[in-house]
């Protein structure tokens, strides 16, 4: 069966939370169900899938503020990585973003998770110098 990149629809989250958890990217300060229901309140079609018929095998969730594009929720199911299903989403992710009109896209990568830095090192990215600073405005827990 073929593999199909398009956008989140409703009936997709059950199956997209369960992946991220499945993927290690939840957080219990982050609810994911919030998550996806704020982006999909600002950029609907800029949360994608990977959809093997009704299976969800993969998800990235991308933003535009105006300035940068960002990434988030890179995922692939655990028994489907190396399949190419990342790179697609990412591949897909940019061109929407690049329609957009956006002129680079960013990514949030957790310091000691070098698998990912040098999966991103291979797609092209580049490691920036700049820190990060956050602050909670609303709690999800």
Known sequence: MTI???????SDQDQVVSLW???GLTRPW???VKDIERARAVWPE????A?????????VMAGYDGHRGWLY???SAPDRRGAGIGRRLVAEAEARLE???CPKVM?????????????????GYTRETSRLTGRRLIADH
């Open 4 to 10: 199909e990149i398009r956008s989140f629809r409703p």
């Open 46 to 49: 800029l949360l994608l899938v």
């Open 99 to 101: 329609a957009l009109g």
């Open 51 to 59: 959809a093997e018929g009704e299976l969800i095998v993969g998800s």
């Open 107 to 123: 990514l949030m990568v957790r310091a000691d998770n070098e698998r990912v830095l040098e999966y991103y090192d291979a797609a």
């Open 73 to 75: 929720y890179l995922a």
């Open 30 to 32: 982050n609810d994911p």
């Open 21 to 23: 958890h499945a993927a």
